[in-house]
């Protein structure tokens, strides 16, 4: 390498507090720091911009919706405590940076990552085990934690030095939040919320969707993020709007094939019903649909069925359609 030529590193950013300081303690040591945040139905690149703009890293955004989502429906190493496959997710995300990496010059990799904060997918072992399945092991530096960690090629070549990187570990986030003062960082967002995999609410959601439509794509995963949803069959679900907000992010996100169905003569929610229009399926959506809106139990209600007849129910009593919220 040219001794007058400053190392060139790429970060897998998250833009939670960890990432940030990483990319600014590799930034104190001299080193060139990009990012790089990965956009998918479970979590988007909104936290990432914010923090970036805030320490002044150089981001790019990249779209992998389709292809995570197959690696989320079938993660050859399992899950965590809900759907979040993370030893094949970060995996999955370094390979991709490894890509970026070899196409562009850089010298090497890294992450927030802090050995020991998640006993399942931050242990020793785990850390190996996903710089293996990524195919980048020898690229990849973990600045937080690099002075608990065997020494990497980087360090050893020189390219950072290993005594001006961190030897956190652990759970607590004290430590973090006295270098993110020392690093002068004023704004970070809280640690939980960038992941929906990680909650159990999204999970459940997501668990159903795949196991009724294994084939689902990334159209029908987003439309998880709005509504009450309601198992009505093994064959029909419905998406119930909680307010006008709601109504209108459903109209967005209907997927192809979706029926909308609304209660004539008074406001109320816009209803999604997706499956097969048999008629047993579509009265129950109907029913329930009315009972979310202003009609009392009971009240017999017109429902439009779009693109179909307007069928009359009797609103369907909020109490018992709760068994078949998801």
Do not use: W
């Not at 004023?186 to 294994?214: I, K, M, N, V």
């Not at 997706?274 to 009971?298: N, V």
Request: aromatic letters at 4%; glycine letters at 12%; one cysteine or more.
């Amino acid at each position: 390498m040219n001794e007058h030529r400053r190392p060139r590193a790429l970060g897998i950013f998250s833009g939670g507090l960890d990432s940030m300081l990483a990319c600014l303690l590799l930034r104190r040591a001299g080193v060139e720091v990009e990012a790089v945040t990965f956009q998918t139905p479970f979590f988007g690149p909104e936290r990432a911009r914010r923090s970036a703009r805030h320490i002044g890293v150089p981001l790019r955004v990249a779209p992998v919706g389709p292809v995570h989502l197959e690696i989320v429906k079938n993660p050859p190493h399992g899950y965590g405590s809900n759907l979040n496959p993370c030893i094949d997710c970060h995996a999955f995300m370094f390979s991709q940076a490894g890509q970026i990496l070899r196409a562009e010059g850089f010298d090497f990799l890294f992450s927030g990552e802090v050995l020991g904060q998640r006993p399942m997918s931050q242990n020793r072992q785990a850390l190996a085990l996903v710089a293996k399945l990524s195919g980048c092991g020898g690229l990849i530096l973990r600045p937080l934690s690099a002075q608990n960690l065997p020494p990497t090629a980087m360090e050893a070549e020189g390219l950072v030095d290993r005594e001006k990187l961190g030897a956190l570990s652990g759970r607590s986030r004290k430590p973090q939040m006295a270098l993110a003062a020392e690093l002068g960082v004023t704004d970070y967002p809280a640690p939980a919320g960038g992941c929906l995999l990680t909650e159990p609410g999204f999970s459940r959601r997501l668990r159903d969707l795949l196991e009724h439509q294994p084939g689902a794509g990334v159209e029908e995963v987003e439309l998880l993020k709005h509504g009450r949803h309601l198992r009505l069959s093994p064959r029909a679900k419905l998406v119930v709007g909680r307010n006008q907000a709601d109504n209108q992010a459903l109209e967005q996100a209907a997927p192809p094939g979706a029926l909308r169905l609304r209660a004539l003569g008074a406001p109320g929610p816009l209803g999604l019903y997706l499956g097969p229009p048999e008629a047993e399926d579509l009265r129950l959506a109907a029913a329930i649909l009315a009972g979310y809106g202003k009609a009392a139990p009971g009240e017999e209600v017109r429902v439009q069925v779009e693109e179909g007849p307007v069928i009359s129910v009797e609103a369907r009593d909020r109490r018992l359609a709760a068994p078949l919220l998801l």
